[in-house]
């Protein structure tokens, strides 16, 4: 398995709480990128990273912010958090590898982290 | 309208079934189309991987894409109780690693 943790893996918070997601990679992977899980919605990106201090922003980033000060980690905040943002949180990281005629760009996706805002 | 649509099941199959997961999408750039395997409470796994169109093997596993439909496969031939897991398509534009996934299909093999 690709060396990534999170933590923590199970978080229950109180809305308007602030809360910290951490993920760390072994792997030195250049890109790391959080995802949230919900039923009906698949995996939906929320932020990623493409180098230290270097992040963008991706399809349901309303409500978070990222920060990455080191390559192996990874932080998700949620400022204030409300019910809406109960959901499963996966990290993933990946790295470009070149293959004749395309561009391999593998995801290894970390353990899970499920966070529930009452 | 969901660029991926993938439905979510779930499905049931016997022991030995052969399985067909389909997804479709709406957006004709896409080029690069993955399946993900995700057990109950894992992270996904990547299972298949194609670029373009065609079709891609792998044990009992098959990987078709085709981009005139805009409609990709995933086959499982002699299903296993162990195939029993979610199964998402993923698939992106270009080089740059941002996924699009599907909702994810959960498939549950019977002894």
């Known amino acids: 398995d690709a060396g990534i943790t999170q933590s923590p893996r199970h978080k229950v918070t109180e809305t308007g709480t602030p809360v910290t997601l951490r993920c760390h990679q072994t792997e030195n992977h250049r890109y790391m990128y959080w995802y949230r899980q919900d039923p009906g919605h698949g995996l939906r990106l929320i932020h990623y990273s493409y180098g230290v201090k270097d992040t963008d922003k991706g399809e349901v980033s309303d409500g978070y912010s990222v920060s990455r000060s080191k390559t192996e980690d990874f932080l998700l905040t949620l400022e204030s958090a409300t019910s809406s943002q109960t959901s499963v949180y996966f990290c993933a990281i990946s790295e470009s590898k070149g293959l004749a005629g395309s561009s391999y760009n593998e995801q290894f996706f970390g353990p899970g982290t499920r966070l529930t805002v009452l | 309208q969901k660029e991926v649509e993938q439905d979510p099941g779930p499905l049931s199959v016997p022991e030995g079934a052969i399985v067909s997961l389909n997804c479709t999408y709406s957006n004709s750039a896409f080029q690069y189309f993955m399946w993900y395997r995700q057990y109950s409470r894992k992270g996904p796994e990547l299972l298949m991987y194609?670029?373009?169109?065609g079709n891609k093997e792998d044990g009992r596993f098959t990987a078709q894409v085709d981009k005139s439909s805009k409609y990709i496969s995933l086959f499982i031939r002699d299903s296993q109780p162990s195939d029993s897991a979610t199964y998402l398509c993923?698939?992106?534009?270009?080089?740059?690693?941002?996924?699009?996934f599907g909702q994810g299909t959960e498939l549950s093999v019977k002894p």
């Open positions: 194609t670029y373009s169109s």
């Open positions: 993923a698939m992106r534009y270009n080089q740059g690693g941002k996924l699009i």
